[in-house]
């Protein structure tokens, strides 16, 4: 059983800079893909990038390529968001997945979920 947990959701201004935390649970973070998506609410849970075991492969939503930056840190079990350049949104709610597999960007082949932490950018 794997288990994460977000972390770094907070307000921020248009143009602004956040960093999202995903820890997760286990000895076996090296051998999962780390994805993140959001979802604001009414809509649906829209992807917004993904990394490899190693870190070596990333993948971003078209939306947020050039301004955000997925990472990893194996030794901390841990996948970070870093958002730049924030553009006004309503709140979202970002959520970390795993799963045993290549990376990818459908949300439904991730088995493992955190609970979300919001984001709000405010104009």
């Known amino acids: 059983q794997v288990q994460v947990a977000e972390s770094g959701g907070g307000l921020v201004q248009t143009g602004g800079s956040l960093r999202l935390s995903c820890a997760a649970s286990?000895?076996?973070?090296?051998?999962?893909?780390m994805g993140w998506f959001r979802q604001a609410p009414g809509k649906e849970r829209d992807f917004v990038a993904t990394i490899s075991q190693n870190g070596g492969n990333t993948y971003y939503g078209d939306s947020v390529k050039g301004r955000f930056t997925i990472s990893r840190d194996n030794a901390k079990n841990t996948v970070y968001l870093q958002m730049n350049s924030l553009t006004p949104h309503a709140p979202a709610v970002y959520y970390c997945a795993a799963h045993f597999g290549l990376p990818n960007v459908l949300s439904r082949n991730y088995p493992y979920w955190g609970q979300g932490t919001q984001v709000t950018v405010s104009s």
């Open positions: 286990g000895r076996t973070f090296s051998t999962l893909s």
